[in-house]
């Protein structure tokens, strides 16, 4: 069974930095495409970012593009998002989610494609 446990979110400023990380563990980190979605209030969830196996194909969901980096590193087990220029809109619960599928290369953009899901981290970014 594979377990995700993010970490790293908080308060910040609006234009301000922040960089959430998400472990693996139960698994072959190697074989599972990541994401990274978000949930603010009131809100539905919605896809911010995913990446591939190997890290070489990643998306982005149109309102993070150019702001957010999502990175992994195999060799420990984790994915990255670095988040910069914070805005308020960017206020939200922010889950990690992998998949093993083998359907595609291509990381999933869809909720629904991933059954692995971490408990969440909150990112608040005040004005």
């Known amino acids: 069974q594979v377990q995700l446990v993010e970490s790293g979110g908080g308060l910040v400023q609006a234009g301000g930095s922040l960089r959430v990380s998400c472990a693996a563990s139960?698994?072959?980190?190697?074989?599972?495409?990541m994401g990274w979605f978000r949930q603010g209030p009131g809100k539905e969830r919605e896809f911010v970012a995913s990446?591939?196996?190997?890290?070489?194909?990643?998306f982005y969901a149109d309102s993070v593009k150019g702001r957010f980096t999502i990175s992994r590193v195999n060799d420990k087990k984790t994915v990255y998002l670095q988040m910069n220029d914070l805005n308020s809109a960017d206020t939200a619960v922010y889950y990690c989610?992998?998949?093993?599928?083998?359907?595609?290369?291509?990381?999933?953009?869809?909720?629904?494609?991933?059954?692995?899901w971490g408990q969440g981290t909150q990112v608040t970014v005040s004005s």
């Open positions: 989610a992998a998949t093993a599928t083998i359907l595609t290369v291509n990381p999933p953009r869809e909720g629904e494609e991933y059954p692995y």
């Open positions: 139960g698994g072959q980190f190697s074989r599972l495409a």
């Open positions: 990446i591939s196996r190997s890290g070489g194909i990643t």
